[in-house]
């Protein structure tokens, strides 16, 4: 597509409940990655896909998290038993990779509300 | 990995005045840096960058400028306007390994133009 699409654009959920939120990067952009923003704050990173390789889950705030990236293309980030202070907006870019670095693409992101 | 700072967190100038946002990383072997501009309930994106092979770039009203002795780098914005006002965020590149890199986000300044 023209730009990355995120869905849903807002989620509301209640405590303990599991969410999944989708990203669908621009064909042809090797690279994915999915930040956290809660509000008035800077992007948290959280994890990273590049083609093949392992993805790089580092900055993955507990086990409760985890995404997966299918066929290289569609990403799903999955936040078991979700908790209050999992609301943030989360959002997801994507990077054409090669010899040398390019600006990410960002998202509208996920507005995630849990109550 | 890389650290980067960025000052101020916040800045008002008024309408017409100049605006300069300064960053310092701590990896000399970054050498992409851009700058991303987020306004409100919107998607961060990105306004500008510059490689390591040069020291300053203009674009319009906005440039920015490199050191690369002393790891540090300035968006610079001329004349501002009330629709500057917004959250930027810069940015380096590392090299993280078999060809990825990912980028390193300062915490980001909030801008306000007082018309």
Same mark, same amino acid.
């Given at each position: 597509?023209?730009?990355?699409?995120? #869905?849903?654009?807002?989620?509301?959920?209640?405590?303990?409940?599991?969410? +999944?939120?989708?990203?669908?990067?621009?064909?042809? *952009?090797?690279?994915?990655?999915?930040?956290?923003?809660?509000?008035?704050?800077?992007?948290?990173?959280?994890?990273?896909?590049?083609?093949?390789?392992?993805?790089?889950? #580092?900055?993955?705030?507990?086990?409760?998290?985890?995404?997966?990236?299918?066929?290289?293309?569609?990403?799903?980030?999955?936040?078991?038993?979700?908790?209050? +202070?999992? #609301?943030?907006?989360?959002?997801?870019?994507?990077?054409?990779?090669?010899?040398? *670095?390019?600006?990410?693409?960002?998202?509208?992101?996920?507005?995630?509300?849990?109550? | 990995?890389?650290?980067?700072?960025?000052?101020?967190? %916040?800045?008002?100038?008024?309408?017409? @005045?100049?605006?300069? =946002?300064?960053? !310092?990383?701590? @990896?000399?072997?970054?050498?992409?840096?851009?700058?991303?501009?987020?306004?409100?309930?919107?998607?961060?994106?990105? =306004?500008? @960058? =510059?490689?390591?092979?040069? $020291?300053?770039?203009?674009?319009?009203? =906005?440039?920015? !400028?490199?050191?690369? %002795?002393?790891?540090? &780098?300035?968006?610079?914005? !001329?004349? %501002?306007? /009330?629709? @500057?006002?917004?959250?930027? &965020?810069?940015?380096?590149?590392?090299?993280?390994?078999?060809?990825?890199?990912?980028? %390193?986000? $300062?915490? $980001? !300044?909030?801008?306000?133009?007082? /018309?």
């Amino acid at each position: 597509g023209a730009g990355v699409s995120q #869905s849903p654009s807002n989620k509301v959920t209640e405590k303990g409940k599991d969410v +999944e939120l989708r990203c669908d990067p621009i064909s042809g *952009h090797t690279a994915l990655y999915w930040y956290r923003q809660s509000l008035g704050q800077g992007l948290e990173f959280l994890i990273y896909f590049q083609g093949n390789s392992a993805p790089d889950k #580092s900055g993955l705030p507990s086990d409760r998290f985890s995404a997966e990236r299918t066929g290289g293309s569609v990403s799903t980030l999955t936040i078991q038993r979700t908790q209050q +202070e999992d #609301s943030a907006v989360y959002l997801c870019a994507s990077s054409l990779e090669g010899t040398g *670095h390019y600006g990410y693409t960002f998202g509208s992101g996920t507005r995630l509300t849990v109550v | 990995g890389e650290n980067v700072e960025q000052h101020p967190s %916040t800045l008002s100038v008024q309408e017409g @005045d100049s605006a300069v =946002i300064k960053c !310092t990383y701590s @990896d000399s072997a970054s050498n992409y840096f851009p700058w991303y501009k987020q306004e409100l309930g919107k998607r961060p994106q990105l =306004i500008i @960058d =510059i490689r390591s092979n040069v $020291g300053e770039k203009k674009d319009q009203r =906005i440039a920015v !400028t490199l050191n690369k %002795t002393a790891k540090h &780098f300035s968006l610079h914005i !001329t004349e %501002t306007q /009330p629709e @500057d006002s917004a959250v930027y &965020f810069c940015a380096a590149s590392e090299y993280s390994g078999a060809g990825s890199y990912q980028l %390193t986000f $300062g915490k $980001g !300044t909030k801008l306000s133009v007082i /018309p």
